[in-house]
Every structure is written in C-alpha cells, then in structure tokens.
Nanobody, 119 residues
Framework: QVQLVESGGGLVQAGGSLRLSCAAS????????MGWYRQATGQQRELVAR???????NYADSVKGRFTISRDNAQNTVTLQMNSLQPEDTGLYYC?????????????WGQGTQVTVSS
C-alpha cells in the first residue's frame, strides 16, 4: 500500500513563505512524476507544480517565480518552497505521485494540507 504524508501547511501573512513536504512510502517499483495540486473553496483542483523523476519541472503560471519544487529520489520526497505568498494561494494543497508497479502506472494522493494566506 502506498502512502503520501504531507506536512508544512499553516497560516501566513501575505508576502510570507511556507515550505510543504511530502514523503511517499509503500510497495512500489518507482515513483515517476511527483507534484502538488491545490483546491480553493468552491474551485476545481489545479496543478501548482510538478517534477519528473529526472528533475524536469513545470509550474502554474500564477506561481512561476515564487514557488520552487524539488525532490529527493532516494528518499521519495517532494518539497514545495512557497515565497511571496498571496491570499489567492489559499487552499488545500495535495501531494501527488505517479507510481509505477512494474506493470502499470497509478496516481496516488495525500490527504491534503491547508495553506491560508491572510491579507
């Protein structure tokens, strides 16, 4: 069973920073892309940032230049450094990992961690 455990959310004032971490564990051949999604109240879940196993990254336009995603393949962890946070960054942030069992791919999700940015 694969588990993704997130940490690092919280309340911060506009302009502040937070660092989200996600640790993936379980019986899986390897994790391919890993990333972070967020969902604001009443909105659809959206991609924030994604990183491939080789380190290629892509970001939502709204966070480019402010957020940085990184990963440690040996530890199966992914981190999102969020700077210059704005109230519109508020939402429930979910860790996502694409796991390859050796036969097929499957997406796994964490439980979510709340990020609240006050103006």
């Amino acid at each position: 069973q694969v588990q993704l455990v997130e940490s690092g959310g919280g309340l911060v004032q506009a302009g502040g920073s937070l660092r989200l971490s996600c640790a993936a564990s379980g019986s899986i051949f390897r994790f391919n892309a890993m990333g972070w999604y967020r969902q604001a109240t009443g909105q659809q879940r959206e991609l924030v940032a994604r990183i491939s196993s080789s380190g290629t990254t892509n970001y939502a336009d709204s966070v480019k230049g402010r957020f940085t995603i990184s990963r440690d393949n040996a530890q199966n962890t992914v981190t999102l450094q969020m700077n210059s946070l704005q109230p519109e960054d508020t939402g429930l942030y979910y860790c996502n990992a694409e796991g390859f069992s050796g036969i097929s791919n499957r997406a796994y999700w964490g439980q979510g961690t709340q990020v609240t940015v006050s103006s």
